[in-house]
């Protein structure tokens, strides 16, 4: 028999409803922490930034606790109109999107693909101050026993890691896929970012008492 349950904080920036791969793992991991005696407060991005899928957020159990916090301001707002198209039944992942993106939705799509291309960590890391700060701040209103965080986008391990450290946690990486062994995207940063963001892989691993 499970005894009391325990608190852990899962950084997961792609949370339902936001309808892409990356949100239906920590959606499957805080569906079925309970069953271990944990329950999960999730720091996820807002809706937004990508195809939406409101279907998918009634597969969250009603005792998970999901922050929206992740990032804000007038940068997220900006690249969050630039990205969310609204799904209709029927498709992939419980929709499909509804018509084509306009030519300024592609037009920014290659501008950011390119900006991922040149810095470090996909270019998420200006995300990563906020998401630490809120991060420790649901440790320790929920009294959190430990932080897990999801990749990707790396910039939530990165963050949770940090997270850890401050609030005194031990930290678990779910690496859902590979970060610098990834064979396309990485292949196309330039030698110093590269160099860079090897550092801040092997920094974010040390760190963590599970992997």
């Known amino acids: 028999m499970i005894g009391p349950m325990r608190t852990v904080i899962l950084?997961?920036?792609?949370?339902?409803?936001?309808?892409?791969?990356?949100?239906?793992?920590?959606l499957k991991i805080a569906?079925?922490?309970g069953a271990h005696g944990w329950r999960a407060v999730v720091l996820?991005?807002?809706p937004g930034g990508g195809a939406i899928d409101w279907s998918l957020a009634d597969a969250v159990p009603p005792d998970v606790v999901v922050d929206r916090s992740y990032a804000g301001g007038p940068l997220w707002w900006i690249e969050s109109r630039s990205r969310t198209t609204d799904m209709t039944p029927g498709g992939r992942h419980g929709g499909a999107a509804a018509g084509p993106r306009p030519p300024w939705k592609r037009l920014a799509d290659r501008a950011r693909e390119s900006v991922d291309d040149c810095t470090p960590v996909a270019g998420r890391l200006p995300r990563v101050p906020r998401a630490v700060a809120?991060?420790?701040r649901l440790a320790r209103e929920h009294r959190a026993e430990a932080i897990m965080a999801c990749g990707d986008p790396w910039s939530g391990l990165v963050a949770g890691s940090a997270a850890a450290r401050?609030?005194?946690?031990?930290?678990?990486a779910d690496l859902r896929d590979p970060?610098?062994?990834?064979?396309?995207?990485?292949?196309?940063?330039?030698?110093?970012?590269?160099?860079?963001e090897r550092?801040?892989?092997?920094?974010?691993?040390?760190s963590a008492s599970r992997v």
């Not at 970060?179 to 160099?195: I, S, Y």
Request: glycine fraction near 4%; charged fraction near 20%.
């Open 11 to 26: 950084v997961a920036p792609y949370f339902p409803p936001l309808a892409r791969v990356g949100a239906l793992r920590p």
């Open 31 to 33: 569906r079925h922490l």
């Open 44 to 46: 996820a991005l807002p």
């Open 134 to 136: 809120r991060a420790v």
């Open 166 to 172: 401050i609030a005194g946690l031990p930290f678990v």
């Open 179 to 196: 970060w610098t062994l990834e064979p396309e995207r990485f292949r196309a940063k330039p030698w110093a970012v590269k160099a860079l």
């Open 199 to 206: 550092r801040v892989e092997a920094a974010v691993v040390r």
